[in-house]
């Protein structure tokens, strides 16, 4: 199951100068007939969020009515246009405010970017598409690399503003150490996934060990998500789940109701529990995370496909077939048209719902869903990736139900061999990969044996 961790911190003090570039701003907006480009460079999240709110406020005030959606991006995109047509539908917003470009751009990398590059390609459709004002939120460091990748899109921007925030210790450091999502963060060597941990922790003391006053909650939130991501991805699921409960309680606390922060929260603190065999509470917590991301998201948002995967997945486990199918169908059917083609959460989707047909042995649909699966997973992820692990136990597990028992022995010998190299020792899901390989040698009536 996914797990999120993209979360934003309580706003600082804005600096001197910022009122005076969002003033700027708002008056620019307020002129503005038909398409317009501008960038706000603003380093920090919470900064960007109270920034907005301010200019919510502003237009509110200057033209009432003024209608403004958000798009944050949390997951990477590669053509922004395109989401947009698959996402939003007429009429369109006076303006779009985007952020979280970066959530799918390496520093360093943005010139290599698709992303970046489609936004060049696409300069003309955007002016004729999208008669509205957009303003792109991003850190400093992406501006430049926008100029060198997307010359022709920002040559025709109509403002550049920026915002700084007064310094606070490691917010850099957080920034860093905190983008990662669940599948980037499996992807790690155990190494590399301990070492990460080790900084996470250190953090989250620096933060505790503040006086009360200067307490940054949602920082500690953000970061309690990624000590509850790796927890969980080492198989320490009790660990995940204590971290997770924190999270959501700071969430709730600190943000207004029906945040989509908080269903964040909640789809992680449930896929704990499904991790855990209480699919009951998780179903609920899945079902609570769906209501407020289809509440407070567009339509065709990627983060509703995830809450209908994994509601999905706990209705298999229940043995409600009938629901899980409806509940992948349409979070596959939102992935393809907002996500590429060879995109892993399309391979989540198809995976999820060739497991459901196979628990029926309705192999002639689970099939070509499972090898579609394996072949985008093995494209879009590195090699040895967990995911391909499982994604190569699940097609194994489907061959032996057919008694197609020579198929299945080399996939699930090489499921064993990638999670004994990527996952700690005993992980759960390592173990289950050798059961169902001891399992089909015992089928063939084979002697047991390592791989």
Known sequence: MSTDTDFWNPAPPMAEGNAEALKLLTRSLRMEEG?????????????????????REEMERL????????LPLSTEV?????????????PLPNAFLVYGLENGIAQGKGRESFLLLNLNATRNSFIKDYPCAFVFWIPEYLYPEMLAAAPDFCSVNSGIYNLVEAEKPDQAVLEQITSGDYTGILGLSIKEREEHLQRLTRLLE?????????????????????????????????????????MLEILKQSLPPMHPYTATALNNLASSHTDQGRYGE??????????????????????????????????????FYSKAESCHLEALEIRLQTLPKEHSDIAN????????????????????????????????????????????SNTATLYMKQGRYAEAEPLFIEAVQIAEKSLVPNHPDTQLYRRNLANLHQAMQLPKGNP
């Open 78 to 90: 590669d053509h922004l246009h395109h989401s947009l047509l698959a996402t939003v539908r007429p």
């Open 349 to 392: 989707s198809l995976n999820n719902l060739a497991c459901v047909y196979s628990d029926q042995y309705r192999f002639s649909k689970a099939i070509p869903l499972m090898i579609g699966a394996l072949e985008i997973y093995k494209k879009a992820l590195p090699i040895g990736h967990p995911y391909i692990a499982a994604s190569l």
């Open 206 to 246: 620096e933060y505790h060990a503040l006086p009360e006053k200067e307490r940054d909650l949602l920082a500690e939130a953000r970061i309690l998500s990624q000590i509850g991501t790796i927890h969980r991805g080492e198989g320490d699921f009790v660990a995940a789940e204590r971290c997770y409960k924190e």
């Open 63 to 70: 033209r009432p009515g003024y209608w403004i959606m958000e």
């Open 282 to 319: 998780a179903e609920l917590l899945h079902k609570e995370a769906l209501e407020i991301r289809k509440h407070s998201l567009p339509e065709w948002h990627p983060d509703i496909a995830m809450s209908l995967d994994n509601l999905g997945q706990t209705y298999v486990t229940r043995g």
């Open 35 to 55: 398409f317009a480009l501008y960038f706000v460079l603003c380093n920090s999240g919470n900064l960007r969020r109270e920034a907005i709110e301010q200019v």
